[in-house]
C-alpha cells in the first residue's frame, strides 16, 4: 500500500507561482512512476505532468508545458509540481498519484494510488 499526501496549494494571483508536493508512504517509493492530474469543477480529471521513477524522465501536457515542471526527492519519498505563469485557467484541484507500471505513464486508469488532493485558486 501507498500513501500520497498533497500540500502546498492555495490561492495566488495570475502571473504567480505556486510550489505542490506529494508526501508517500513505504519504503518502495523510489520504484514507482508518479504524475500529478488536475480537476476543476465540472470537468473530467485532466493529466498534468508525470516522471519516471529515477526523475530523470519527464512529461507534460501541452497546456502547462514551459511553466510547470515536476520533479521528485526519492530520499524524501516526495513529488513536487512547480507551478509558473500561473492563469485562472490553472485553477482545480491537484492531485499526486503513483503508478505500478516499470515505466513512466499517463493515463489516469495506469495509475493505482491517489492522493486525497490539494486546491489550487488563480485569480484574475
Known amino acids: 500500500q501507498v500513501q500520497l499526501v498533497e500540500s502546498g496549494g492555495g490561492l495566488v494571483q495570475a502571473g504567480g507561482s505556486l510550489r505542490v508536493s506529494c508526501a508517500a508512504s513505504?519504503?518502495?517509493?523510489?520504484?514507482?512512476?508518479m504524475g500529478w492530474f488536475r480537476q476543476a469543477p465540472g470537468k473530467e480529471r485532466e493529466f498534468v505532468a508525470s516522471?519516471?521513477?529515477?526523475?530523470?524522465?519527464?512529461y507534460y501536457a501541452d497546456s502547462v508545458k514551459g511553466r510547470f515542471t515536476i520533479s521528485r526527492d526519492n530520499r524524501k519519498n516526495t513529488v513536487y509540481l512547480q507551478m509558473n505563469s500561473l492563469k485562472p485557467e490553472d485553477t482545480a484541484v491537484y492531485y499526486c498519484?503513483?503508478?505500478?507500471?516499470?515505466?513512466?505513464?499517463?493515463?489516469?486508469?495506469?495509475?493505482?494510488?491517489w492522493g486525497q488532493g490539494t486546491q489550487v485558486t488563480v485569480s484574475s
Open positions: 498519484a503513483a503508478s505500478l507500471q516499470s515505466s513512466m505513464v499517463i493515463a489516469a486508469g495506469q495509475y493505482d494510488y
Open positions: 513505504g519504503r518502495t517509493f523510489s520504484r514507482y512512476p
Open positions: 516522471i519516471s521513477s529515477s526523475g530523470l524522465n519527464t
